[in-house]
């Protein structure tokens, strides 16, 4: 039922485990003619990968990809882009110890109860590392957004209890000078100290990541299911990890009145319609107003720690899951590239469909 | 694209507008066999339907609906099942003073931006009204759901600052006793207070609708795109106003740590497989692991109020929008119903893919 | 799974039986602007519906349709268009004597053993009545198809064994000019001829219709799955008593040569790239040409003749099924405008979707 | 917009040209815990590829594949299965002189004009190469259909002027013992004969592909748009070179009569409901009915013939096609195992939907 397919002008479909011979995904309705930069792919893979710093896990996986199809002379050629990501590290044997035992909050059980069937190895596609699919789909998704001057940033707003004030203006160039991804250089330190003491603990921390997306014209989206932000929401909650998503006032409108939650409409000093505030967070209605779209998504802690556990096992029995492996002690410095490889495959999506919208535009003829 | 569509196999789609003839809708995906209840439908549309307090609108729509096909001596067919609900009230010059003026916080002008055309009288697709059509599908639903046990139930949890204790078992008998939707007495009777006042003062009020799916059984869902949560996040995110969703431990999982966060796994007195605590929300990988689901759906306050507001017209001439008309001072009274019913449709398309999943089953052998 | 549904940017989804309360469609994906004239699509319903001549059924229905949705002002607004068109005959104790016998060479078997259940008056969904539906949202698909030069023209080219001679020019003004649909008129005559002593048998005859798409442009398709001539064959027999479909040379290409079925291509004196024959028929590779796309679809007899015939009821006894009711004797002459309709649907559909090829057209801003 | 994907439940996306690295598929939807065979994906794959004898083209591809993912320990997991076919035979050389010149009856200048952009060497997805995927997916798909004991034969029943008596019973196993794939060993030698003289000739020649589904359980498919005889048909119309589908009496139903092409219905000797003729070829109302489905493909010669021919360059200026390369003289003996395929990937998808359509089945609980 489509469930590896995301998308739907601009689709993309995944397969691969994260211990078998690796991932890989297919891009239908890319347009021909795109200039694919596949330099940038890679460093998008890059900023998702393990083992790139300290407090991420210090499993090593080699992000290289091969282009199998759809780019030729270093353009789009309109039919579907295959991709594959070979898996450089298939250690399988580092899952042994847990092939009998449902570990607490990860999907054992219900992989188990929906296929009668488990890969154990790595939790199969419930892995992180089907992210990196989306990673490489999300890069092209950006040359894509790129050539209508749309741009996504994302970086990690809170850890545990330390937080960025979201009320000041974000500098993005500080982004990716820190390990963190916190664009806050003060706070940046504050998190990766507080990270290496919870991974020195055995335990793991949630977070927050908090992305922007400047530049989208007006008029993207639709008026009942598929509001834009609902498909950005799902997007968000289907990574891994994610318990919830909120964007422009999110949360806090729950206690607004309308008379202060209501953006003001006025001509800026170029001539366009702009709100005064933004609580609307770049969309009404569902379609997209021209102002900056964002939005906060929730990461729990990650679910592996190393420590022993109260379970059972696949016969029913009582046990204890042993903590062991090389995992994230906080998951969000590795997941903003993976929010931002998500909003940019909803918004390419969403502007190709746009196209379809007016009779008296037929682009191609 | 769909875009008025919701649902795979059981398979939704709207049409209609706020002051036209009326809206509608199509089943497609409805198994044959199922009573259909149509008192049951009547009584699920009169939860939404407006005029139904003192706390809501006082606009009166009358909300028969008409079965056109797929019904056949009170049993489902196979067959679409379309249904009509015609409008009462069709007064469009109730709009006309607002033809060529962009309201706040309403979908004026990106609905505008976006079909280059509007049909101003009671917002288009944009209305409320819509949901009308999503209650009637979600009782179908719901009479699905009921033949395997899962009951829906949601509720107002909060009303600006006056909010339920969710650490606390809920009982859902008290729901409909009170004309707020919650299930504390003694906080229902402030929220209503509450709301009677911010009416008053011409302004409206954000509030929080609470959701629990008893009795889902483990397995539904999918590990990737089409994570369970992720489908339930779309379609709250797709209901009018909201702003955020989140389930299980929600935003609060930032701050935790995975040794605090994880869910234990025991065998309960009937030896079934349950967890202790219940941070993950009832979903595991995406996957249901047969734990009540619960989630929280964040609704902003009602965009008109009684209120001159600066904005501009559609010539981008400053202007001030009057409030007018009969509207919500609080939505979430009136969300309940469609919270649940969106739920409904998730959880019956899920079941319903789930069918096919198993190679050893032949259901229709 | 989507079955009632037609379409993926121009998408239409149609409910209703032979012999409820009506038959309705909402088309979603219908661009905004589009000017929508009522009295085209009634004129081609009339086309279709029943009692028009002494050689269709002689049953009457009115074909009168209420636009519920989508359209305002006369122009179509970008939302989904709801279009309902009443049952003015629902006599179901016409059915009665059928209720429980499975017509020879009818769906009565089939529909009863997927379903389980069978809505006997009229046939369901298996009713030609259905596709009056198609008929309605195909006008629609021809209106947007008339604003970029398209046109397409349906004719009766054979009748059991009186046929039109295909390799000459065909006049399109002569095809509505007889009850029969035949542009050559002295093969009409003896087709009506043919079919009166047809229905005075009580017998039925097949026939075949031939249409020719005039004006389409080249680049429309795709080169696997959805390739233009493929699309056009599903649309074809989707048409209830249609036994066969083939485009250009059609089954003719079996018996030839290479250097006899290739289509040189040579300049015109208008500087266009053409063939200089058509085997094509329209289309290469899936995708349009440029030249025109012709097909033959072949319908068998009308199952229900007024003869007895053998055959088994629901508790598997050998019965004979009566003829009785009133049918067409040859459904070729109504069938005209569904070919029509059909074929508009699939160009209007792959026409929106070839608006997202180009990355460099970003058509609405 | 999904052109490169197949089926809904069981669906196929597939990727790849002629002359890249290889072509691909992914499958969504295949069950979990189907015993995959690998061999019998490979044995499939022989009977396509090129080279196997001296009527088919000459070139040389290994049709060696990899399971990329979901399959574990012999069995499908329930996630999506990637295969990858490298090409052996690279050659994009042998290209270059039709680099600039549109072949006749080739999609080189419908491809040029929809995507702006050409991928000439091997005609990229226009290659017949592509089907290779489509035949690796098919077999799994009849691993599927196995369990239900439904079972498929294609074989060439016409080439040119020669055919089969397909009034006669087939003897199946006759199919594989020669090389043009025609179960009367006295007409297959007339055939190979005649396709060795047309090969000689330089020239190429049309032919027939007939294919028997036996076992099919009644109740597959759909009433109205998704009848099962019109998704075949667009499956073996997006078959490269076929021009034509009819069946059961196809065509020829055009000049009988209802009294003559009904199909009456008796009960067999098992006491089972059957026809006594089989005129509806096994599919009545869009629904199997239990009987064998039987149809027929129609193929057109193959486009590349080794004489020059009158066409067109980029530019367009008349010029000279030259024909050159190792071609097939005939397509029919390796387009057997094609239609076999789709015919197996319809098949399994309507299967997997009809899991859905008993409300009183819940095949996984």
Redesign the interface.
């Not at 969309?283 to 021209?290: C, D, E, K, R, V």
């Given at each position: 039922?489509?469930?590896?397919?995301?998308g739907?002008?601009f689709?993309v479909?995944?397969?691969?485990?994260s211990h078998?011979?690796?991932?890989?995904l297919?891009i239908?309705?890319?347009?021909?003619?795109?200039d694919v930069d596949l330099d940038f792919i890679q460093s998008e893979l890059d900023r998702r990968k393990p083992g790139q710093s300290k407090i991420v896990t210090q499993r090593h996986e080699e992000e290289s990809f091969?282009v199998?199809?759809?780019i030729?002379e270093g353009?789009?050629?309109?039919?579907?882009?295959?991709i594959?990501i070979p898996n450089s590290d298939q250690r399988s044997k580092d899952y042994e110890h847990i092939a009998r035992v449902?570990r607490?909050?990860?999907?054992d059980?219900?992989?188990q109860?929906?296929?009668?069937?488990?890969?154990y190895a790595g939790?199969?596609?419930?892995s992180a590392r089907?992210t990196a699919a989306r990673v490489a789909a999300g890069a092209i998704a950006k040359l894509?957004l790129k050539?209508?001057g749309v741009s996504i940033h994302a970086f990690v707003s809170?850890?545990?209890?330390i937080k960025v004030d979201l009320s000041q203006p974000v500098n993005y160039s500080n982004i990716e000078t820190n390990i963190v991804r916190c664009p806050d250089e003060l706070i940046a330190t504050q998190m990766i100290n507080f990270i290496m003491d919870?991974k020195k603990a055995g335990?793991?921390?949630?977070?927050?990541v908090t992305c922007i997306i400047d530049g989208c014209?007006?008029?993207?989206?639709?008026?009942?299911?598929?509001?834009l932000?609902?498909?950005i929401?799902?997007?968000m909650?289907?990574i891994?990890a994610v318990?919830?998503?909120?964007?422009?006032?999110?949360?806090d409108?729950?206690?607004?009145?309308?008379?202060?939650?209501?953006?003001?409409?006025?001509?800026n000093v170029n001539?366009n319609?702009i709100?005064?505030t933004n609580?609307?967070?770049g969309?009404?209605?569902?379609?997209?107003?021209?102002m900056p779209i964002n939005f906060?998504v929730?990461?729990?802690?990650?679910?592996?720690?190393i420590?022993g556990?109260?379970?059972?096992d696949m016969d029913?029995e009582?046990t204890i899951a042993e903590g062991k492996g090389r995992h994230d002690p906080c998951v969000v410095p590795r997941a903003v590239p993976i929010v931002e490889a998500m909003a940019a495959l909803v918004l390419a999506d969403h502007?190709?469909?746009?196209?379809?919208?007016?009779?008296?535009?037929?682009?191609?003829?």
């Open positions: 039922m489509a469930a590896n397919t995301f739907e002008v689709r479909t995944t397969f691969g485990e078998g011979k690796g991932i890989g297919i239908d309705g890319c347009p021909a003619g795109l091969m199998q199809s759809g030729w353009k789009s050629t309109g039919t579907p882009i295959g594959f449902y607490p909050s990860h999907a059980f219900t992989y109860t929906k296929y009668g069937i488990r890969d939790g199969g596609r419930s089907e894509i050539t209508i809170q850890v545990g209890h919870i335990d793991t921390i949630g977070g927050m014209p007006a008029g993207l989206g639709a008026p009942v299911f598929d509001k932000h609902a498909d929401g799902k997007a909650l289907s891994n318990k919830g998503f909120e964007f422009g006032s999110g949360f409108c729950v206690r607004m009145r309308g008379s202060e939650h209501n953006d003001a409409i006025i001509i001539g319609i709100t005064k609580h609307s967070g969309i009404q209605g569902g379609i997209s107003n021209g906060n929730a990461f729990k802690p990650v679910a592996t720690i420590q556990q109260q379970t059972v029913g009582a502007f190709k469909k746009q196209n379809n919208q007016d009779v008296k535009v037929f682009a191609y003829l």
